[in-house]
Nanobody
Framework: QVQVVESGGGLVQAGGSLRLSCTAS????????MGWYRHFPDKQRELVAS???????NYADSVKGRFTIYRDNAKNTVDLQMNSLKPEDTAIYYC??????????WGQGTLVAVSS
């Protein structure tokens, strides 16, 4: 069965950087899109960044120019490099992996906390 595991969250001061990593495993078929979402208290989960197997990237407007997504298709990994972090980036970040069919797979989430 498919498993998605994240790592790399933590506490950082405003202006600092963090890198989140995610590995998806257990699928014979290749993952189509992989990406990162975040969840703020009392709000719906929102897309942060995603990348297709062909390398097409998509970013939320709020993170453009600060965050960069990287993917290794051979290893089924996706990383999110977060620079110039702001207190409003504080959230639980979830990795997401999608096949060409069915529901997406989610990791357990990792907390990113940015202090002012």
């Amino acid at each position: 069965q498919v498993q998605v595991v994240e790592s790399g969250g933590g506490l950082v001061q405003a202006g600092g950087s963090l890198r989140l990593s995610c590995t998806a495993s257990g699928s014979i078929a290749p993952f189509n899109t992989m990406g990162w979402y975040r969840h703020f208290p009392d709000k719906q989960r929102e897309l942060v960044a995603s990348i297709t197997s062909g390398g097409s990237e998509n970013y939320a407007d709020s993170v453009k120019g600060r965050f960069t997504i990287y993917r290794d298709n051979a290893k089924n990994t996706v990383d999110l490099q977060m620079n110039s972090l702001k207190p409003e980036d504080t959230a639980i970040y979830y990795c997401n992996a999608r096949l060409s069919w069915g529901s997406p797979y989610w990791g357990q989430g990792t907390l990113v906390a940015v202090s002012s």
